[in-house]
């Protein structure tokens, strides 16, 4: 077993000495080449950027399409998957490991699903207790009467966010890497300095 594997010891997290570049998710680190991640395991995909040879990617009815020239068609998975390894943007694998590519890399993990279920029982102002005061913390508001919907915890040293839902009261998502550049949830992140 590696102790920095996220997927094995999710409690390597919590340790505040560890750094972005230490840590493994399934075996896969940051930084390393994409052709690392098991094509099998993948179930979707996801795009952030304009795709290569496509007008525009959309979801509709379960399924992913594209139009190219104003001629739409379903979009495969296996052609997805090459896609993000070659244009960039987020492989999804049934445990719950999300790994962001750019230009061939793993930049970022999140942990979701299955995997971020060790996490969820920690309540409300227990963040802090299990991984340490954060270096900054984001709230996003949509009505100022109803409060924060989500709230971030960014810890630069170990490259974290973690995204609290505020309605559930739970972690909704953990992401390490390249954090700060490209937002998950389409909450602008602010780059710091």
Partial sequence: M????????????????VKAGD????GVRLGD??????AGDVYDTGFYTPIKGFDSLFWRDGKTYGTR???EREVKLD???????????????????????????????RIDDDLLKKFQQIKNGGIEEFFG?????????IDPFDGPV?????????????SWD????????????????????????????
Avoid at 133 to 141: A, G, L, T, Y
Avoid at 168 to 190: H, L, T
């Fill in 2 to 17: 590696n102790i920095y594997d996220i997927a094995s010891n999710p409690a390597i997290l919590c340790d505040a000495g």
């Fill in 23 to 26: 840590f493994f998710l399934s």
């Fill in 33 to 38: 080449p994409c052709g690392k991640i098991s």
């Fill in 69 to 71: 020239n104003g001629v």
């Fill in 79 to 109: 052609e997805r998957i090459g896609l993000v390894m070659e244009n960039g943007g987020w492989l999804m694998l049934n445990s719950g490991a999300r790994y962001r590519i750019e230009k061939g890399l793993v930049v970022e993990f």
């Fill in 133 to 141: 005061i954060p270096d900054e913390v984001e709230e996003e508001i």
């Fill in 150 to 162: 989500s709230r971030a915890y960014i810890y630069r040293g170990r490259m974290m966010r973690i």
């Fill in 166 to 193: 505020c309605g559930a009261g739970e972690i909704d998502g953990i992401n390490i890497g390249d954090i700060i550049s490209v937002p998950v949830s389409g909450s602008a992140y602010v780059p710091y300095a």
